[in-house]
């Protein structure tokens, strides 16, 4: 999944992606690009088919405004 990620003027936060409930990977600061490339399970047997939920949260952290997120890309493999 990759983001872009935004806050507005003279405001600080940070990015995070959950998929099934947990986190993935470590939040990013706003401004940056959140890029993580990862399998969502290990059961791909069990799985196969079956929807995701894919939350973005975004959380200001510092002054007074809004954070923005905007996905860019999700891709996956099939054999």
């Given at each position: 999944?990759?983001?872009?990620?935004?806050a507005a003027a003279?405001?600080?936060g940070?990015?995070?992606?959950?998929?099934?409930g947990?986190?993935?990977?470590?939040p990013v600061t706003a401004g940056t690009l959140f890029d993580?490339?990862?399998a969502v399970t290990?059961?791909?047997?069990g799985r196969f088919g079956s929807l995701a939920k894919v939350e973005i949260q975004?959380?200001?952290t510092g002054g007074t405004?809004?954070?923005?997120?905007?996905p860019l890309m999700r891709f996956g493999t099939q054999s």
């Open positions: 999944m990759q983001c872009t990620t935004a003279g405001v600080t940070q990015v995070r992606i959950l998929v099934d947990p986190q993935r990977g470590d993580r490339t990862a290990d059961d791909f047997t975004a959380m200001v405004g809004l954070v923005y997120a905007q």
